[in-house]
């Protein structure tokens, strides 16, 4: 049985900063590559920050480049998003994710391979 639960969301103010965590059982991080993905009302699900098995190469896409900063600590299987300068437009509903799939840096890879996935924390900035 595999469980993946998020936490660490909330409602910040414009430039404010918040810390995400993800933490799983039932799986090892060392075998998964990792991803934060997030959904916004009327927006296809998008990956946001992904990290390899071994954790030595990582995806940010442009839109959060320079603000948010992913990590993951093997040896507690926990997966982190810093995320630093939140604007409005990062509100949304953050998802962390289990795959098998790694596309070496150049972007998270569709939700589809994605094995396992939390339920989600709101993240909700104000302007």
């Known amino acids: 049985q595999v469980q993946v639960v998020e936490s660490g969301g909330g409602l910040v103010q414009a430039g404010g900063s918040l810390r995400l965590s993800c933490t799983a059982s039932g799986l090892s991080f060392e075998d998964y590559a990792m991803g934060w993905f997030r959904q916004a009302p009327g927006k296809e699900r998008e990956g946001v920050s992904c990290?390899?098995?071994?954790?030595?190469?990582?995806y940010v896409a442009d839109s959060v480049e320079g603000r948010f900063a992913i990590s993951k600590d093997n040896a507690k299987n926990t997966l982190y998003l810093q995320m630093n300068s939140l604007k409005p437009e990062d509100t949304a509903m953050y998802y962390c994710a289990a795959g098998s799939a790694w596309y070496g840096g150049s972007w998270c890879g569709p939700p589809n391979d994605y094995n396992y996935w939390g339920q989600g924390t709101q993240v909700t900035v104000s302007s």
């Open positions: 990290i390899s098995w071994s954790g030595g190469s990582a």
